[in-house]
């Protein structure tokens, strides 16, 4: 049986199911005439959009070469903002797995007043516009702070700020799972006498790991390209430069190619967080 | 579930209430603080200052114009998700594996790249940009350029929603329909249409939130006027009055704001409702 | 036959229909000079100035019924984007290099051949500090001293920048100093600096959310600030250097683009640059009483020892031999501070 997670969960966006299974190799029709030139409109529509711009940045980093490639992101500056980027991304990620099981496991499994409140509120910081986060974030946490706590300029507020934005990925992607768990186990271990925190780690954990993964990596990326909201937490000093502004300043000052080859890299770390998760998925869906 | 099944494998009363307080704490420190912060400073001046920071021209013209760019935008990709939703779960080529993983890239790709992306294919000192412009037509720094940007980043949002609903529904129905005599767009309108409209809607309304917020994007391919022929969309107002030092941002944040809440309730409503009839 | 057809004509209506809507926002170009508007390119730092001035303007014989729209940043960002085919009718920048960028392809060459050389505005460099000068700035060689931190912008894009560090540079060579120490008064200068923002106005935006103790920026950034009530003090060294901005309207400027040039030079125009605490190009024109300087009644103190970009050679030679990205003085002493 397919684990849960791909179990269709109405307005879940952040559920990182694969947008295609295995199980369609089997169904599905061949392509007629009319099908296939609306695969075809599709297949230009997304090239011209998507596919043949991103080519272009990477066209654009190698611009001038290997040399040029390299010379641009081995820059001082390239080298601390894309190093600021991973590690305050690692690290938000992390939170989020932890915080993020805690907070779907509150939501699903203890109910109570106030909960249905927060369930709410979780997916705001998604839908919320970045700018207007960094403007919001800054108000409360910046100088003139009503409750005291000075982010301004610090890798600390950059954290912060990511937090803000990843907050509903993890949760997102382990409540569904949690709520679809069959308690069997979980009661047959309990009568056997084990504790509720050995019966979560043994049983629970393991089948929430994918999700947990999953929504990390999304997380992760989502952090490390993250712009509007870390901008004005920031307070533009270097050691609170992430990628995105860097890049966004070498394009200001006309250096595309150093522009899109900072871009470059994070695409590159991108897809190779999307690809391990995809095949990790697929190994635990087989397995399951 | 029996009741002291249930008890002996829930935590104890006291963890239970850490857990809630450590939930609660997070999500106030995060989000409900900020809000309530934002609120107080938005009306901090009074009702009529809201008034008349978010009738000012450059807001109203702000305003427009992000109606106008997320429309387009939602529109475009509600035609190329649904058709790309149905192409993904209905049908078999070769590639199609590679594609579905390719419609989902944009929402893993920074706004800053994506703004970037399109400059350097439309902009008009490159190719695609060129040709176009040998013929009158200028995308960037325009409003066309404005509306590729947010389709890329909401595209796969829409797909996301309809394609789970379709791998588990409707298969039997459209095969009986087939074998009945009905064509494809008979099948669409009455078996599709219907099945995926939920989650169409639900798309459709997280795809116009996340339109109306894109800032990075947007920032990098628009010209940011604003007046007449304006290119500056609300979340572009807000940072100019952030960075000219002139207030009146706050009210314009917390329409985005207002309008962000209201869509993540309205979807959620619709979420309890999926949940409860599981 | 018939249900072949169908999926095929519906797939290219929807095919057109996506066309459909990106071509017909295509046609309506933005920015572009079309009959009774006039579209402004700026950097950042004049922004009220010409958002009163074009509510002035319209309110003239020449200006009524003219719609503006108008955008703002850096300087070296903007001229480029000009250059890069960003419509636009009116130009100003901070400095006369990024002019020349768009001179003869959008510009017309003899821009500056007028009374005022093309300058429509002026200002002087000025230190920005803390309400009340905690730190006690009361000069250059305050901004050195270990501790201090420096928020000033970007030379790579913003021209207030560039106005920044040949003051910082030439205020040495005022006191009688050597070129030796100048460059090494700059050194210093950079090791102090925290913060690079992109434009002028962003510079101030960072510096006002708490980032640094002093900024240096233009005096009419400082005197705009406080009247907008941020609280932050200025201080006017006793070298300084004198800012001269350029205005010019391009090749295929809309029609009342000249007029509204001619009303941003004269005395009118001049006293509402005056009146968000930009000084006059014409010496002799009474500024009036500016709100936020810091004798409202004497806005505009003469500087004690004020450089001209004319007596450091020039823009042609200063911005090779100070700027150039590769054998520029400050560049150098930049990248080696980094």
């Given at each position: 049986?397919?684990?849960?997670?791909?179990?269709?969960?109405?307005?879940?966006?952040?559920?990182?199911?694969?947008?295609?299974?295995?199980?369609?190799?089997?169904?599905?029709?061949?392509?007629?005439?009319?099908?296939?030139?609306?695969?075809?409109?599709?297949?230009?529509?997304?090239?011209?959009?998507?596919?043949?711009?991103?080519?272009?940045?990477?066209?654009?980093?190698?611009?001038?070469?290997?040399?040029g490639?390299?010379?641009?992101?081995?820059?001082?500056?390239?080298?601390?903002?894309?190093?600021?980027?991973?590690?305050?991304?690692?690290?938000?990620?992390?939170?989020?797995?932890?915080?993020?099981?805690?907070?779907?496991?509150?939501?699903?499994?203890?109910?109570?007043?106030?909960?249905?409140l927060?369930?709410?509120?979780?997916?705001?910081?998604?839908?919320?516009?970045?700018?207007?986060?960094?403007?919001?974030?800054?108000?409360?946490?910046?100088?003139?702070?009503?409750?005291?706590?000075?982010?301004?300029?610090?890798?600390?507020?950059?954290?912060?700020?990511?937090?803000?934005?990843?907050?509903p990925?993890?949760?997102?992607?382990?409540?569904?799972?949690?709520?679809?768990?069959?308690?069997?186990?979980?009661?047959a271990?309990?009568?056997?006498?084990?504790?509720?925190?050995?019966?979560?780690?043994?049983?629970?954990?393991?089948?929430?790991?994918?999700?947990?993964?999953?929504?990390?990596?999304?997380?992760?990326?989502?952090?490390?390209?993250?712009?509007?909201?870390?901008l004005?937490?920031?307070?533009?000093?270097?050691?609170?430069?992430?990628?995105?502004?860097?890049?966004?300043?070498?394009?200001?000052?006309?250096?595309?190619?150093?522009?899109?080859?900072?871009?470059?890299?994070?695409?590159?770390?991108?897809?190779?967080?999307?690809?391990?998760?995809?095949?990790?998925?697929?190994?635990?869906?087989?397995?399951? | 579930?029996?009741?002291?099944?249930?008890t002996?494998?829930?935590?104890?009363?006291?963890?239970?209430?850490?857990?809630?307080?450590?939930?609660?704490?997070?999500?106030?420190?995060?989000?409900?603080?900020?809000?309530?912060?934002?609120?107080?400073?938005?009306?901090?001046?009074?009702?009529?200052?809201?008034?008349?920071?978010?009738?000012?021209?450059?807001?109203?013209?702000?305003?427009?114009?992000?109606?106008?760019?997320?429309?387009?935008?939602?529109?475009?990709?509600?035609?190329?998700?649904?058709?790309?939703?149905?192409?993904?779960?209905?049908?078999?080529?070769?590639?199609?594996?590679?594609?579905?993983?390719?419609?989902?890239?944009?929402?893993?790709?920074?706004?800053?790249?994506?703004?970037?992306?399109?400059?350097?294919?439309?902009?008009?000192?490159?190719?695609?940009?060129?040709?176009?412009?040998?013929?009158g037509?200028?995308?960037?720094?325009?409003?066309?350029?404005?509306?590729?940007?947010?389709?890329?980043?909401?595209?796969?949002?829409?797909?996301?929603?309809?394609?789970?609903?379709l791998?588990?529904?409707?298969i039997?129905?459209?095969?009986?329909a087939?074998?009945?005599?009905?064509?494809?767009?008979?099948?669409?309108?009455?078996?599709?249409?219907?099945?995926?409209?939920?989650?169409?809607?639900?798309?459709?309304?997280?795809?116009?939130?996340?339109?109306?917020?894109?800032?990075?994007?947007?920032?990098?391919v628009?010209?940011?006027?604003?007046?007449?022929n304006?290119?500056?969309?609300?979340?572009?107002?807000?940072?100019?009055?952030?960075?000219?030092?002139?207030?009146?941002?706050?009210?314009?944040?917390?329409?985005?704001?207002?309008?962000?809440?209201?869509?993540?309730?309205?979807?959620?409503?619709?979420?309890?409702?999926?949940?409860?009839?599981? | 036959?018939?249900?072949?057809?169908?999926?095929?004509?519906?797939?290219?209506?929807?095919?057109?229909?996506s066309?459909?809507?990106?071509?017909?926002?295509?046609?309506?170009?933005?920015?572009?000079?079309?009959?009774?508007?006039?579209?402004?390119?700026?950097?950042?730092?004049?922004?009220?100035?010409?958002?009163?001035?074009?509510?002035?303007?319209?309110?003239?014989?020449?200006?009524?019924?003219?719609?503006?729209?108008?955008?703002?940043?850096?300087?070296?960002t903007?001229?480029?984007?000009?250059?890069?085919?960003?419509?636009?009718?009116?130009?100003?920048?901070?400095?006369?290099?990024?002019?020349?960028k768009?001179?003869?392809?959008?510009?017309?060459?003899?821009?500056?051949?007028?009374?005022?050389?093309?300058?429509?505005?002026?200002?002087?460099?000025?230190?920005?500090?803390?309400?009340?000068?905690?730190?006690?700035?009361?000069?250059?060689?305050?901004?050195?001293?270990?501790?201090?931190?420096?928020?000033?912008?970007?030379?790579?894009?913003?021209?207030?920048?560039?106005?920044?560090?040949?003051?910082?540079?030439?205020?040495?060579?005022?006191?009688?100093?050597?070129?030796?120490?100048?460059?090494?008064?700059?050194?210093?200068?950079?090791?102090?600096?925290?913060?690079?923002?992109?434009?002028?106005?962003?510079?101030?935006?960072?510096?006002?959310?708490?980032?640094?103790?002093?900024?240096?920026?233009?005096?009419?950034?400082?005197?705009?600030?406080?009247?907008?009530?941020?609280?932050?003090?200025?201080?006017?060294?006793?070298?300084?250097?004198?800012?001269?901005?350029?205005?010019?309207?391009?090749?295929?400027?809309?029609?009342?683009?000249?007029?509204?040039?001619k009303?941003?030079?004269?005395?009118?125009?001049?006293?509402?640059?005056?009146?968000?605490?930009?000084?006059?190009?014409?010496?002799?024109?009474?500024?009036?009483?500016?709100?936020?300087?810091?004798?409202p009644?004497?806005?505009?103190?003469?500087?004690?020892?004020?450089?001209?970009?004319?007596q450091?050679?020039?823009?042609?030679?200063?911005?090779?031999?100070?700027?150039?990205?590769?054998?520029?003085?400050?560049?150098?002493?930049?990248?080696?501070?980094?």
């Amino acid at each position: 049986m397919t684990a849960t997670f791909d179990v269709a969960e109405g307005g879940a966006p952040l559920a990182a199911a694969p947008l295609t299974r295995s199980s369609n190799d089997e169904g599905g029709e061949r392509l007629s005439r009319g099908s296939g030139l609306g695969l075809g409109i599709a297949v230009i529509w997304l090239s011209l959009l998507v596919l043949i711009p991103l080519a272009a940045v990477v066209a654009k980093g190698f611009g001038g070469g290997w040399s040029g490639f390299w010379t641009a992101i081995t820059r001082t500056q390239a080298l601390d903002a894309l190093w600021l980027t991973v590690w305050t991304s690692l690290l938000v990620a992390a939170v989020n797995a932890v915080m993020g099981t805690l907070i779907a496991w509150v939501l699903v499994r203890d109910k109570f007043r106030g909960s249905r409140l927060i369930d709410i509120v979780i997916d705001i910081p998604f839908a919320l516009p970045t700018i207007v986060a960094g403007v919001v974030l800054l108000s409360v946490y910046g100088t003139n702070s009503p409750v005291a706590i000075n982010l301004l300029g610090t890798q600390r507020g950059i954290a912060f700020a990511m937090l803000f934005v990843t907050l509903p990925f993890v949760v997102r992607s382990v409540q569904p799972v949690l709520a679809a768990l069959d308690l069997e186990s979980e009661q047959a271990a309990a009568c056997l006498g084990a504790g509720p925190l050995v019966i979560f780690r043994r049983i629970v954990l393991p089948l929430l790991l994918p999700a947990i993964a999953s929504g990390a990596a999304l997380a992760f990326a989502r952090a490390m390209g993250e712009y509007g909201t870390v901008l004005l937490i920031g307070g533009g000093l270097d050691r609170t430069k992430v990628a995105s502004m860097y890049a966004f300043q070498l394009h200001q000052a006309f250096d595309d190619q150093g522009a899109a080859a900072v871009a470059t890299v994070l695409l590159v770390i991108s897809l190779v967080v999307i690809l391990s998760l995809d095949l990790i998925q697929r190994r635990m869906a087989r397995r399951g | 579930m029996a009741d002291s099944v249930a008890t002996s494998i829930t935590p104890g009363t006291r963890s239970r209430m850490i857990q809630r307080a450590l939930v609660i704490a997070y999500v106030a420190v995060l989000v409900l603080v900020p809000l309530v912060v934002v609120t107080w400073k938005t009306f901090e001046d009074g009702m009529s200052a809201f008034w008349t920071a978010l009738s000012s021209d450059q807001s109203v013209t702000a305003i427009k114009l992000t109606a106008e760019v997320s429309v387009a935008a939602v529109i475009l990709n509600t035609i190329f998700g649904v058709g790309m939703a149905i192409l993904l779960t209905r049908y078999r080529f070769p590639g199609r594996r590679l594609l579905g993983a390719l419609a989902d890239l944009p929402i893993s790709v920074s706004p800053i790249v994506v703004g970037l992306a399109l400059l350097l294919v439309y902009g008009p000192n490159y190719f695609f940009g060129k040709q176009l412009a040998g013929v009158g037509i200028s995308l960037m720094f325009n409003v066309p350029a404005m509306i590729m940007a947010t389709a890329f980043v909401s595209l796969p949002l829409i797909l996301r929603e309809i394609v789970p609903v379709l791998d588990e529904e409707g298969i039997d129905q459209e095969q009986a329909a087939r074998v009945l005599g009905a064509n494809v767009w008979q099948r669409f309108r009455r078996i599709i249409l219907p099945t995926i409209r939920p989650a169409l809607m639900y798309g459709i309304v997280l795809g116009l939130a996340r339109s109306i917020g894109e800032f990075g994007a947007v920032a990098v391919v628009s010209g940011n006027f604003s007046g007449a022929n304006a290119t500056q969309t609300m979340p572009l107002a807000i940072a100019e009055r952030f960075n000219q030092g002139v207030g009146g941002y706050y009210p314009l944040a917390f329409l985005l704001i207002v309008v962000t809440v209201l869509a993540i309730v309205l979807t959620s409503i619709r979420r309890k409702k999926k949940v409860d009839a599981q | 036959m018939k249900t072949v057809l169908r999926p095929r004509r519906v797939a290219a209506a929807l095919a057109l229909a996506s066309a459909a809507v990106l071509g017909v926002s295509a046609c309506t170009s933005s920015g572009g000079g079309s009959g009774n508007s006039i579209s402004i390119v700026a950097f950042s730092v004049p922004k009220p100035a010409y958002d009163a001035l074009s509510t002035a303007f319209q309110k003239t014989s020449a200006g009524k019924g003219v719609k503006f729209s108008a955008s703002y940043g850096p300087s070296g960002t903007q001229a480029g984007l000009v250059a890069s085919g960003q419509k636009a009718d009116y130009v100003g920048f901070s400095l006369e290099p990024d002019m020349a960028k768009l001179v003869p392809t959008y510009v017309d060459p003899n821009w500056n051949s007028g009374s005022s050389k093309g300058t429509v505005s002026q200002s002087v460099v000025v230190i920005c500090v803390r309400a009340g000068n905690p730190k006690h700035v009361t000069g250059w060689s305050d901004l050195i001293k270990p501790g201090v931190k420096i928020v000033t912008p970007d030379p790579a894009t913003s021209g207030s920048a560039k106005w920044n560090l040949l003051a910082a540079y030439s205020h040495v060579l005022a006191d009688g100093g050597t070129t030796a120490q100048a460059e090494q008064y700059v050194g210093a200068f950079f090791k102090n600096v925290v913060s690079k923002p992109d434009s002028g106005a962003d510079a101030m935006a960072t510096f006002t959310s708490g980032t640094g103790d002093v900024l240096v920026s233009y005096e009419n950034e400082a005197i705009y600030a406080r009247q907008t009530g941020k609280k932050i003090d200025y201080v006017v060294p006793d070298e300084s250097i004198l800012i001269q901005n350029p205005g010019a309207i391009t090749k295929n400027a809309s029609k009342p683009s000249a007029d509204f040039l001619k009303f941003v030079e004269s005395d009118p125009g001049q006293k509402i640059f005056a009146s968000v605490g930009f000084r006059p190009v014409n010496p002799n024109l009474s500024p009036g009483t500016v709100q936020g300087a810091n004798d409202p009644s004497n806005p505009f103190p003469k500087v004690k020892k004020l450089t001209t970009i004319d007596q450091l050679g020039g823009w042609d030679t200063v911005n090779s031999k100070f700027f150039d990205p590769d054998k520029g003085i400050i560049t150098k002493i930049e990248n080696s501070s980094s």
